[in-house]
T-cell receptor, first 110, second 116 residues
Framework: RKEVEQDPGPFNVPEGATVAFNCTYS??????FFWYRQDCRKEPKLLMS???SGNEDGRFTAQLNRASQYISLLIRDSKLSDSATYLC???????????FGKGTTLSVSS | EPEVTQTPSHQVTQMGQEVILRCVPI?????FYWYRQILGQKVEFLVS????????KSEIFDDQFSVERPDGSNFTLKIRSTKLEDSAMYFC??????????????FGDGTRLSIL
């Protein structure tokens, strides 16, 4: 079973749309959760950490459900510049290594 | 803004040769990492390094691989006797040392390694 699973997409949406990505993780001992963004052939960049109570950063909202081992990312009012691959990332309790999902590709068109 | 720098940006090497990938982490960071990403696949953790020793490593990080901090600024990944399947983008990352795991890891822009 994959440690972090994501729907690969692609999600093709028009500008202004709201889009949601989901992620599940297999290790119940995972303690830290993140969404990273990766542009084509570039390095991953931290988008936001995900907290148990849910958190928002501008147009981006992240949710965590520990009981279901499920993480989500909601992007409102999509911009062309949001086109990228979104990576769900966890850290296991014992370490600091980032465990990445394969990513969900988003394409926003005008 | 300080950043992690990696050299070279692209390395082409014959199979069986040794290769050294170099990284300069952010200056006040003390935790260092190597990740790799094979084309079309996910980013995979290789190794973390703290206090001059390996703190974690994955199954991928076998005897073929080694890491070193040869001086106060560089952090290197050596791959001995490279194989075709070592072709990938290799990312270095660093982070501050604080007690919370949520300290962000800052990534370099990677070295593309091509094994012929």
């Amino acid at each position: 079973r994959k440690e972090v699973e994501q729907d690969p997409g692609p999600f093709n949406v028009p500008e202004g749309a709201t889009v949601a990505f989901n992620c599940t993780y297999s290790n119940s001992a995972s303690q830290s959760f993140f969404w990273y963004r990766q542009d084509c052939r570039k390095e991953p960049k931290l988008l936001m950490s995900v907290y148990s109570s849910g958190n928002e950063d501008g147009r981006f909202t992240a949710q965590l459900n520990r009981a279901s081992q499920y993480i989500s990312l909601l992007i409102r009012d999509s911009k062309l510049s949001d086109s990228a691959t979104y990576l769900c990332v966890v850290i296991h309790q014992a370490g600091t290594a980032l465990i990445f999902g394969k990513g969900t590709t988003l394409s926003v068109s005008s | 803004e300080p950043e992690v720098t990696q050299t070279p940006s692209h390395q082409v090497t014959q199979m069986g040769q040794e290769v050294i990938l170099r990284c300069v982490p952010i200056s006040n960071h003390l935790y260092f990492y190597w990740y790799r990403q094979i084309l079309g696949q996910k980013v995979e953790f290789l190794v973390s390094f703290y206090n001059n020793e390996i703190s974690e490593k994955s199954e991928i990080f076998d005897d073929q691989f080694s890491v070193e901090r040869p001086d106060g600024s560089n952090f290197t990944l050596k791959i001995r006797s490279t194989k075709l399947e070592d072709s990938a983008m290799y990312f270095c990352a660093s982070r501050e040392v604080k007690k919370t795991q949520n300290q962000p890891q800052h990534f370099g822009d990677g070295t593309r390694l091509s094994i012929l």
